[in-house]
């Protein structure tokens, strides 16, 4: 596509249920992150793809929090257990694999998740 | 202490005022360093792009790379209302997937 999709765009649910959150990237961008913006604060990083496989996980705040990219395109962010403080923007921007601007992030326009 | 600090603000200015914005870093292993801006309910969007130090001018914008006092700036001139935004400096290595980490942003109003 022309641009980051990322869907629902809003989603309120409630406190210890399961939430799936979606992005599709720009076509042929074979690296995409997810990332955790709260209120007044900075993107937070979460999880890197290159490709099918999570590069770099270290942002994942524990194990109630796990991202696939089965076909190394669209990808999931799945949040088990949710808690209040989980509630944030969720952020999912991709970026060309190699060359220049390889690590210039397009970012979608967010799902904004809140936990009641 | 954060990897990158950047001041919140906000910071209000008339329109046509030069605005500097700021950020100090810690780890000295970063690299690339970049500028993005983010309206209200937006997600951040790419406005400066600088590997090592040095300076670089788009337009109204510059943006300043000091590596040796670990500090970055972006200046803008002449500044409108259609600015006012929030400028979240960013920066990465130059190995390990180009993971980027983002200051908190700096809130700015420009007033016409």
């Known amino acids: 596509g022309a641009g980051v999709s990322q869907t629902p765009s809003n989603k309120v649910t409630e406190k210890g249920k399961y939430v799936e959150l979606r992005c599709d990237p720009i076509?042929?961008?074979?690296?995409l992150y997810w990332y955790r913006q709260s209120l007044g604060q900075g993107p937070e990083f979460l999880i890197y793809f290159q490709g099918t496989g999570a590069a770099d996980d270290s942002g994942l705040p524990n194990d109630r929090f796990f991202a696939v990219r089965p076909e190394g395109s669209v990808s999931t962010l799945k949040i088990q257990r949710t808690e209040r403080g989980d509630s944030a923007v969720y952020l999912c921007?991709?970026?060309?694999?190699?060359?220049?601007?390889?690590?210039?992030?397009?970012f979608g326009a967010g799902s904004r998740l809140t936990v009641l | 202490q954060k990897e990158v600090e950047q001041d919140p603000g906000p910071l209000s200015v008339p329109e046509g005022a030069i605005v500097s914005l700021n950020c100090t870093y810690s780890?000295?292993?970063?690299?690339?360093f970049m500028w993005y801006r983010q309206y209200s309910r937006k997600g951040p969007e790419l406005l400066m792009y600088?590997?090592?130090?040095g300076n670089k001018e788009d337009g109204r914008f510059t943006a300043q790379v000091d590596k040796s006092s670990k500090y970055i700036s972006l200046f803008i001139r002449d500044s409108q209302p259609s600015d006012s935004a929030t400028y979240l400096c960013?920066?990465?290595?130059?190995?390990?997937?180009?993971?980027?980490?983002f200051g908190a942003g700096t809130r700015l109003f420009v007033k016409a």
């Open positions: 600088t590997y090592s130090s």
């Open positions: 780890n000295s292993a970063f690299q690339y």
């Open positions: 960013a920066m990465s290595l130059n190995t390990g997937g180009f993971k980027t980490i």
């Open positions: 076509s042929g961008h074979t690296a």
């Open positions: 921007a991709s970026s060309p694999r190699t060359g220049a601007g390889a690590n210039v992030l397009t």
